[in-house]
């Protein structure tokens, strides 16, 4: 046998190295495969250890801050349980000064409201002694409620050191505090001056409190500041009640002199008002009621003692009843002497003028050449009765529709011409009906339809006419009786407000 391996072994043995030189290359890939992965694994390690690390710190940290939110919150509940209970304590405190207040400032008069201030601050400050000092106008202070002091006090050493506080308090106008040791002894002495401050000062109160080491107190100045300060506004509403008192019995002392004058002037008016009423009267025609060819019926109610109405009839000729109603605008006094101013123009023209529209303008230029100036109107109506022609002539100026009944029917006898006194140069057309024997007429002045109820509406025109209509075959004095029924029942308790005149002519 050969001692070298032939050709095949050979091969054979290369192709062995080849396949062993790749099994080496593999484990190497695998080694080197495994020692990356084991130093991933390394450093992954480390992180996670660090991250557990961080947990843990934060773990401790977030432990920590609830341990401190616990605290807090605990502290927070005792803040506010605390705030809780003085909430309370004021609030409490507030009602009782509030309720003193109430109590203070019903007693208006005095001292008692002076004892009233001492006794309540006393309980609210456990003060052992007080006293209330008014501050007096040449800014004296003078003791007017003592509590548990006595007036010989005030000459004592001890007050004599007090009153600097006072005085000080007086001064500053603020609360004055303070605490003094007696000596060596254990005592010690709180005083407290609260000044009285509304509109001014008004007082002080003085207070003084004794207590020992182990049972120290101060007087809560928050309190006896709020209470002072109602205090103060009740003494000052007790000054204004006693002047208001005073000026009211003096202005009662000046009503009481004033009503007695007026009184009497008022006297002197009414008698003054009756003599003119009979005056004005005294004008106004005497009317036979039943004549041969008319009979009349008249209501006459001015709103006072004399009005603004008037009338007249009086025969023109032996055949003519002539007759003139006026209203002057307004009541009262001026239109009554208005009424007076027409009149005597009216009576000195009357006779002289035959035609009823000549008469009225004439009338009417007198009146506005000599009154104008006096603002006076008034309004009319003139009638010419002919009872041989049985015509019946009219002419009517500014005056509402008058009523004429003509065979049991209303007609309206409307106005023909301007108010008197408006121009000078005013024009008036006479109106001519016929009548008939038993034929009526109705004059009258506004103040019968102007009458209103509690409703504030008018009696009204059309209400008039209705009511005429309603009574027209019944005898005209009834008609009369009707029509002022239903005028007071219209206006109830109101009662009349203008002056009234109503004249009923039966032919």
Do not use: W
Not at 372 to 385: E, K, Q, Y
């Amino acid at each position: 046998m050969s001692e070298y391996p032939n050709k095949e072994e050979i091969e054979q043995l290369l192709l062995e190295n080849q396949r062993l030189k790749q099994e080496i290359t593999s484990l190497k890939s695998i080694v080197k495969m495994y020692e990356n992965y084991q130093s991933f694994a390394d450093k992954e390690m480390i992180e996670t250890k660090s991250v557990l690390s961080a947990q843990d710190k934060i773990l401790e940290f977030t432990m920590e801050e609830n341990n401190k939110s616990k605290q807090t919150l605990e502290a927070m509940d005792v803040t506010q349980e605390l705030a809780r209970k003085e909430m309370l304590l004021k609030n409490e405190t507030l009602q009782k000064i509030l309720s003193i207040s109430k109590e203070i400032t019903k007693i208006p008069q005095g001292k008692g409201l002076l004892d009233k201030i001492m006794q309540e601050v006393m309980q609210l400050s456990n003060a052992n002694f007080g006293a209330l000092f008014l501050v007096l106008e040449e800014k004296k202070l003078k003791p007017k409620t003592l509590v548990n002091i006595s007036k010989d006090y005030f000459n004592s050493q001890e007050f004599q050191f007090y009153k600097k506080y006072l005085k000080q308090c007086m001064q500053d106008r603020r609360i004055i505090a303070t605490k003094i040791q007696n000596g060596n002894d254990s005592l010690s002495t709180s005083v407290v001056c609260a000044p009285l401050i509304g509109k001014k000062l008004s007082g002080i109160i003085f207070l003084t409190l004794h207590s020992d080491s182990q049972t120290s107190q101060f007087i809560d100045l928050e309190t006896i500041e709020l209470y002072s300060a109602q205090a103060a506004i009740a003494i000052e509403n007790m000054y204004l009640y006693q002047n208001l008192e005073g000026e009211v019995r003096k202005r009662t002392i000046e009503l009481q002199t004033s009503y007695s004058r007026i009184q009497e002037l008022y006297r002197e008016i009414e008698l003054d008002l009756k003599i003119a009423r009979k005056i004005q009267t005294s004008f106004l025609p005497k009317i036979h009621r039943n004549e041969t060819r008319a009979s009349f019926d008249i209501v006459y109610l001015p709103t006072s003692y004399i009005g603004g109405d008037i009338f007249d009839i009086f025969y023109k000729d032996e055949n003519t009843i002539r007759v003139f109603l006026a209203d002057a605008t307004g009541h009262g006094i001026q239109a009554a002497l208005i009424t007076m101013l027409i009149l005597g123009e009216y009576n000195r023209i009357k006779n002289m003028i035959g035609s009823t529209d000549k008469l009225a303008k004439i009338l009417n230029y007198e009146f506005f050449i000599k009154f104008s100036h006096l603002t006076g109107l008034f309004s009319f109506i003139l009638l010419d009765i002919n009872f041989k022609s049985r015509k019946l002539n009219f002419v009517s100026g500014g005056h509402p529709g008058q009523f004429f009944i003509h065979k049991q029917k209303v007609i309206e006898l409307e106005k023909t011409g301007r108010i008197i006194g408006l121009l000078d140069n005013s024009t008036y057309k006479t109106t001519t009906l016929d009548f008939s024997p038993g034929d009526r007429i109705f004059l009258f002045t506004d103040g019968i339809f102007e009458e209103t109820n509690k409703d504030n509406e008018i009696f009204g025109e059309l209400r008039l006419k209705q009511v005429v209509e309603k009574h027209i075959n019944e005898p005209y004095n009834l008609i009369l009786s009707h029509v002022m029924k239903e005028v007071y029942e219209f206006t109830e308790s109101v009662g009349l407000l203008d002056d009234l005149t109503m004249l009923f002519i039966e032919l």
